[in-house]
T-cell receptor, first 116, second 113 residues
Framework: DAGVTQSPTHLIKTRGQQVTLRCSPKSGHDTVSWYQQALGQGPQFIFQYYEEEERQRGNFPDRFSGHQFPNYSSELNVNALLLGDSALYLC???????????????FGPGTRLTVL | KNEVEQSPQNLTAQEGEFITINCSYSVGISALHWLQQHPGGGIVSLFMLSSGKKKHGRLIATINIQEKHSSLHITASHPRDSAVYICAVRPPNYGGSQGNLIFGKGTKLSVKP
């Protein structure tokens, strides 16, 4: 049983570019959350997708957008990259199923984004 | 002030020592998580607590809901326990949607042989 997978592992972009990060949830999970972790900081919640819709959003600008596909996998898109977007981007999955699912999130290994 | 505060920020211990990491939070929660993050980024969920105490091997986690405080204890510490330990809280569920996690900044633990 594969856990949460993310791609790519590392990514280097320049300011102003756009980036897409991908996440496949753990088998049986239907909810994907994205987090940004700056160096030396705890992760910050970006948004959460369930039933192909953004259900919750943290304090991030509209440059950060996402998508969830029918197979529950998800993408995180960041437009007009800034130097401050350099961080580890973590994806976590869980099973919600109408609110009666588990409360435990399973994290992927993350994508390390460097913006030059 | 952060909603989730951890102490200490950094901790160095000798192999075999008993270790305590503390977490205080200022918001209402439905659950509290203790997570372990190794260099390179991978995060592993250690415990999820909503009350009382849980034990897994050499790890013990406690929570006091009234005092909004949780502790993670490691008995007989070992160099392989070296990692960042993160406390995260989950606000109460809203309308069937799982609340997001609010993270502390983490405690960097280094266990020397």
């Amino acid at each position: 049983d594969a856990g949460v997978t993310q791609s790519p592992t590392h990514l280097i972009k320049t300011r102003g570019q756009q980036v897409t990060l991908r996440c496949s949830p753990k088998s049986g999970h239907d909810t994907v959350s994205w987090y940004q972790q700056a160096l030396g900081q705890g992760p910050q919640f970006i948004f959460q997708y369930y039933e192909e819709e953004e259900r919750q959003r943290g304090n991030f600008p509209d440059r950060f957008s996402g998508h969830q596909f029918p197979n529950y996998s998800s993408e995180l898109n960041v437009n007009a990259l800034l130097l401050g977007d350099s961080a580890l981007y973590l994806c976590a999955s869980t099973w919600t199923s109408g609110g009666w699912g588990t409360d435990t999130q399973y994290f992927g290994p993350g994508t390390r984004l460097t913006v030059l | 002030k952060n909603e989730v505060e951890q102490s200490p920020q950094n901790l160095t211990a000798q192999e075999g020592e008993f270790i305590t990491i503390n977490c205080s939070y200022s918001v209402g929660i439905s659950a509290l998580h203790w997570l372990q993050q190794h260099p390179g980024g991978g995060i592993v969920s250690l415990f999820m607590l909503s009350s009382g105490k849980k034990k897994h091997g050499r790890l013990i986690a406690t929570i006091n809901i009234q005092e909004k405080h949780s502790s993670l204890h490691i008995t007989a510490s070992h160099p392989r326990d070296s990692a960042v330990y993160i406390c995260a809280v989950r606000p109460p569920n809203y309308g069937g949607s799982q609340g997001n996690l609010i993270f502390g900044k983490g405690t960097k633990l280094s266990v020397k042989p």
